[in-house]
């Protein structure tokens, strides 16, 4: 087995998914770092090289299509292969999104651990694809307003859905839904944090620290 030259460098801010993607990768004998969003990440990247990122996408501080826009951009980091997870970011513009900043590829989760143990397997041993050029930081905040504000229309109208549900289940069934519910609102919240913060960016015409 091929043993990368640097650590692969997992990005999630969920505890047990961030566990789960790093034991499952030590397993496997593959040096590991870990970060819990996209700050972190660069900071953790300004110490140590990594061979490969793998992030998630929706997360605080900053989120994984902001922190492989701030990699591609640095000439220091632009060849450093991304592999994107995600959950939520799933569909096809999401996809080309993620794939004109430069990741090799896009995982969805929940994670199937072969699908993934290969895939990082192919970007470590394969020889390195051409990376595109960055996105003009024009093209890369309309882009990732439309990502975000789709998302957020998309989140909104599952809580009103989840909302209307609740009403009319039965009390042994509540509860699931309830979870659900709570899940939700967490990431409509997030959503709505990271365009909060965007706007006010283009607003004051200012880049993302």
Same mark, same amino acid.
């Given at each position: 087995?091929?043993?990368?030259?640097?650590?692969?460098?997992?990005?999630?801010?969920?505890?047990?998914?961030?566990?789960?993607?790093?034991?499952?990768?030590?397993?496997?004998?593959?040096?590991?770092?870990?970060?819990?969003?996209?700050?972190?990440?660069?900071?953790?990247?300004?110490?140590?090289?990594?061979?490969?990122?793998?992030?998630?996408?929706?997360?605080?501080?900053?989120?994984?299509?902001?922190?492989?826009?701030?990699?591609?951009?640095?000439?220091?980091?632009?060849?450093?292969?991304?592999?994107?997870?995600?959950?939520?970011?799933?569909?096809?513009?999401?996809?080309?999104?993620?794939?004109?900043?430069?990741?090799?590829?896009?995982?969805?989760?929940?994670?199937?651990?072969? !699908?993934? %143990? #290969? &895939?990082? @397997?192919?970007?470590?041993?394969? $020889?390195?694809?051409?990376?595109?050029?960055? +996105?003009?930081?024009?093209?890369?905040?309309?882009?990732?307003?439309?990502?975000?504000?789709?998302?957020?229309?998309?989140?909104?109208?599952?809580?009103?859905?989840?909302?209307?549900?609740?009403?009319?289940?039965?009390?042994?069934?509540?509860?699931?839904? !309830?979870? %659900? #519910? &709570?899940? @939700?609102?967490?990431?409509?919240? $997030?959503?709505?944090?990271?365009?909060?913060? +965007?706007?006010?960016?283009?607003?004051?015409?200012?880049?993302?620290?």
């Amino acid at each position: 087995m091929n043993v990368p030259s640097g650590p692969i460098l997992v990005v999630e801010d969920i505890p047990n998914v961030l566990e789960l993607l790093e034991v499952t990768l030590r397993f496997k004998g593959y040096p590991v770092i870990t970060a819990h969003n996209g700050q972190e990440a660069l900071e953790t990247i300004a110490r140590e090289r990594p061979a490969i990122v793998i992030t998630d996408i929706l997360m605080p501080k900053l989120d994984g299509y902001a922190l492989a826009q701030k990699l591609r951009i640095d000439q220091q980091t632009r060849n450093i292969p991304i592999v994107f997870l995600s959950a939520t970011y799933v569909t096809p513009e999401d996809r080309a999104f993620a794939l004109s900043l430069g990741a090799v590829r896009f995982l969805e989760k929940p994670v199937d651990t072969e !699908e993934f %143990l #290969l &895939t990082i @397997a192919e970007v470590l041993t394969q $020889e390195p694809p051409t990376s595109p050029e960055p +996105l003009s930081e024009t093209d890369f905040y309309k882009g990732y307003r439309e990502r975000l504000e789709t998302k957020l229309r998309h989140k909104n109208t599952q809580i009103t859905r989840t909302e209307r549900l609740l009403t009319t289940l039965p009390a042994e069934q509540k509860p699931a839904f !309830e979870a %659900l #519910l &709570t899940e @939700a609102r967490r990431h409509r919240d $997030e959503i709505q944090q990271e365009l909060n913060d +965007l706007y006010r960016l283009l607003e004051n015409g200012q880049k993302k620290p």
